[in-house]
């Protein structure tokens, strides 16, 4: 059955931003530059706080900050969700839960980085300001959607339709411009360019791997237009790939797959898309299906019938 992660993050979410209401008045002394102050417990504990990652070695903190947001307000909470729920469900649906989930981590967990080795090496109060809030891995998304959908519109403001590709580079800019600027604001643009960044990085890193993905799915539009030969069969690796995604499915359920075996199918569908098969299914495992014509069109309709895609 297909699961829907960013809906499960915008709920984790949620119920964190209940968590920081609810203690919002209970404090901790934080101490720093010969100062000491009063900061709420989630955000000492939770919150993106340089000072305390070296000190008193909260590494988590590089995680966990992206699961906080300002409770003095809920726009901060509302825009993050928001643009998790627009870019991150077609995104999803494209990749499948568990590439999004690290696709999605790993733009955080590099803005992360990000925040805590420029205020590392600017030596300003950024070094003990705590950052919080899912801005880094959200606009990781953006770019992501931006890449694989390029041409789908946006309502910008809810009002201009502007091409995700187009918005990519205005918040880009937009950001760029905000940084060296020094900015208007208490956000944290480094952020949102270390989501960017580390975003514009992971694609770079598995190229190779969507590039031989996006040659096969063009390879196969190709091949829908031609006849099938009539000796056909099927590579004997094949069938037991088949199978094998096939049994994990039944057994274990779609997260027990791999990003190869997700995008495995993802080629099957565009390759087979159009084709239709008129055939018992359930006897698809049976070595008589293992040169049937038609195996690779079972395959498809059972695994969409086990997904509910």
Wanted: glycine share 8%.
């Amino acid at each position: 059955m297909y699961k829907n992660r960013a809906v499960t993050l915008i709920i984790i979410n949620g119920i964190i931003f209940l968590i920081q209401l609810l203690l919002s008045n209970t404090v901790v002394p934080y101490t720093f530059a010969n100062n000491v102050v009063s900061i709420d417990i989630v955000t000492y504990y939770f919150g993106l706080i340089p000072n305390l990652v070296i000190d008193k070695v909260y590494v988590w903190q590089i995680f966990s900050y992206m699961f906080l947001h300002s409770t003095s307000g809920f726009a901060h909470i509302i825009f993050n969700m928001y643009a998790l729920f627009i870019f991150g469900m077609p995104v999803e649906r494209l990749w499948g839960s568990k590439k999004f989930l690290l696709y999605y981590f790993t733009c955080g967990i590099g803005a992360g980085v990000a925040i805590f080795v420029i205020s590392l090496l600017s030596g300003g109060m950024g070094y003990y300001i705590p950052t919080i809030g899912a801005s880094g891995a959200v606009f990781g998304l953006l770019l992501a959607f931006g890449i694989l959908f390029p041409d789908v519109e946006i309502l910008l403001f809810f009002v201009i339709p502007i091409k995700a590709r187009t918005l990519v580079i205005l918040y880009g800019a937009l950001e760029l411009f905000l940084e060296f600027s020094g900015g208007f604001d208490n956000i944290s643009h480094i952020g949102h360019l270390g989501g960017l960044a580390t975003g514009i990085l992971y694609f770079i890193i598995t190229r190779k791997h969507a590039i031989r993905y996006k040659t096969r799915g063009f390879v196969a539009l190709k091949k829908k237009k031609e006849a099938i030969p009539a000796n056909h069969q099927v590579d004997t690796k094949e069938i037991e790939l088949q199978k094998t995604i096939v049994q994990k499915l039944r057994t274990q359920g779609e997260d027990a797959l791999t990003d190869d075996e997700i995008q495995y199918i993802r080629y099957k569908e565009i390759m087979l898309e159009t084709k239709a098969i008129n055939c018992d299914i359930t006897i698809f495992e049976s070595d008589s299906c293992e040169n049937c014509i038609d195996r690779d069109a079972c395959f498809v309709k059972i695994v969409k019938n086990l997904l509910e895609w």
